[in-house]
């Protein structure tokens, strides 16, 4: 089976902090996304990266960045934590091509107080 | 307009009826739709894919698609309690590689 693992299931943090989320794939998939859900905003694109190297903005992509150096690792980083980052982060990947679901992983719900 | 819109519910439905589940989208460049699965607390899993005109079936589940009206709708048949989560639609867009997905639905099945 797929497995996309993210390293923190629970996260606090204090405002001003770098904020590192990482998240790995075990199946060589070329695609890896990250969303953040909210109550009622659904999940909302921050960034995504279709090979190694490359990065693009998704529909939310300010106070974030990240990076994508080998193919199975995408990280997700806040340069400066703020408490309206605080929300429940998703990676997900999938195959080359999009016709291919997106693998999930298993969240990690970050609160900055 | 958002661009992936769902109704927020929830919807609550008796145990063993059908529960239609309604997405509309605006990109009529949209060539992938995806029906996803959320309960409470836990990762979105996929429930049904569907990329052509028409129904697409699978057990107790039916994604219907219809471009032209750039509507995407999931049945699900023989209603339990365990189907009782939020249910998300998600279009991929092929011109900016994106998934997008909708605010989601809430299922309520009541025993």
């Known amino acids: 089976d797929v497995k996309v693992t993210q390293s923190s299931r629970y996260l606090v943090k204090r405002t001003g902090e770098k904020v590192f989320l990482e998240c790995v794939q075990d199946?060589?998939?070329?695609?890896m996304f990250w969303y953040r859900q909210d109550p009622g905003l659904g999940l909302r694109l921050i960034y995504f990266s279709y090979d190694v190297k490359m990065k693009e903005k998704g529909d939310i992509p300010e106070g974030y960045s990240v990076s994508r150096e080998k193919k199975e690792r995408f990280s997700l980083i806040l340069e400066s934590a703020s408490t309206n980052q605080t929300s429940m982060y998703l990676c997900?990947?999938?195959?080359?091509?999009?016709?291919?679901?997106?693998?999930f992983g298993s969240g990690t719900q970050l609160s900055v107080l | 307009q958002k661009e992936v819109e769902q109704n927020s519910g929830p919807l609550s439905v008796p145990e063993g009826a059908i529960a239609s589940l309604n997405c509309t989208y605006s990109?009529?460049?949209?060539?992938?739709f995806f029906w996803y699965r959320q309960y409470s607390g836990k990762s979105p899993e996929l429930i049904m894919s569907?990329?052509?005109?028409g129904d697409k079936e699978d057990g107790r589940f039916t994604a219907q698609l219809n471009k032209a009206s750039q509507y995407v709708s999931l049945l699900i048949r023989d209603s339990q309690p365990s189907d009782s989560a939020t249910y998300l639609c998600?279009?991929?867009?092929?011109?900016?590689?994106?998934?997008?997905f909708g605010t989601g639905t809430r299922l309520k099945v009541l025993a």
């Open positions: 199946m060589d998939h070329e695609n």
């Open positions: 990109d009529r460049g949209s060539q992938s």
């Open positions: 997900a990947s999938s195959p080359t091509g999009g016709n291919e679901k997106l693998f």
């Open positions: 569907i990329y052509s005109n």
């Open positions: 998600a279009v991929f867009h092929s011109g900016t590689y994106k998934y997008i």
